[in-house]
T-cell receptor, first 112, second 114 residues
């Protein structure tokens, strides 16, 4: 069964304290892995798509990396405005393109 | 519009009533998705439309749920005979289809069944 597990469930950082969020996945062939950010009361906001092991993508203080079993979202010198829930999702090769399998997310709080 | 628009933003309904949730995707996006997000749970896939192809309904939890997409644009998700376990945020998303950017989500409709 295709599955996505994110850890930790919650993470509290001080402003400027770098860290990483983990997304472990089990899928019968990976078509793509997605990272989203979700603020309270809003829909998920797209961040990155990764397709193959070794691939990296960067945006401001965020960098996403991918291996054959997991993905990391590295946050460098976070600011309070980075506080949000970060969601990881996988799309399986051979499955419906519409069926993204989401993890439960990591809730990040960055204190000034 | 610039983004995916969903209406209503909030809906409170009595158990047993039918509800309709509307989604206006980004103009030109051929793919449209419905997901459900319950408290403490991940997003749950419901249904996917891509162009003129038959929709992928494999995520619909029961035959009380149905969705249609008219003219390749606006979509309506209908829940008949609502139950308390249907209470959740219903999220719509759209994309150009194929590989590339992930789907763009709307802000959702929060459904509460009392």
């Amino acid at each position: 069964e295709d599955q996505v597990t994110q850890s930790p469930e919650a993470l509290r950082l001080q402003e400027g304290e770098s860290s990483s969020l983990n997304c472990s996945y089990t899928v019968s062939g990976l078509r793509g892995l997605f990272w989203y950010r979700q603020d309270p009361g809003k829909g998920p906001e797209f961040l990155f798509t990764l397709y193959s092991a070794g691939e990296e993508k960067e945006k401001e203080r965020l960098k996403a990396t991918l291996t054959k079993k997991e993905s990391f979202l590295h946050i460098t010198a976070p600011k309070p405005e980075d506080s949000a829930t970060y969601l990881c999702a996988v799309q399986a090769r051979g499955g419906s393109q519409g069926n993204l399998i989401f993890g439960k997310g990591t809730k990040l709080s960055v204190k000034p | 519009g610039a983004g995916v628009s969903q209406s209503p933003s909030n809906k409170v309904t009595e158990k047993g009533k039918d509800v309709e949730l509307r989604c206006d995707p980004i103009s030109g996006h051929t793919a449209l998705y419905w997901y459900r997000q319950s408290l403490g749970q991940g997003l749950e896939f419901l249904i996917y439309f891509q162009g003129n192809s038959a929709p992928d309904k494999s995520g619909l939890p029961s035959d009380r749920f149905s969705a249609e997409r008219t003219g390749g644009s606006v979509s309506t998700l209908t829940i008949q005979r609502t139950q308390q376990e249907d209470s959740a945020v219903y999220l719509c998303a759209s994309s150009l289809g194929g590989q590339g950017l992930g789907p763009t989500f709307g802000s959702g409709t929060r459904l509460t069944v009392v």
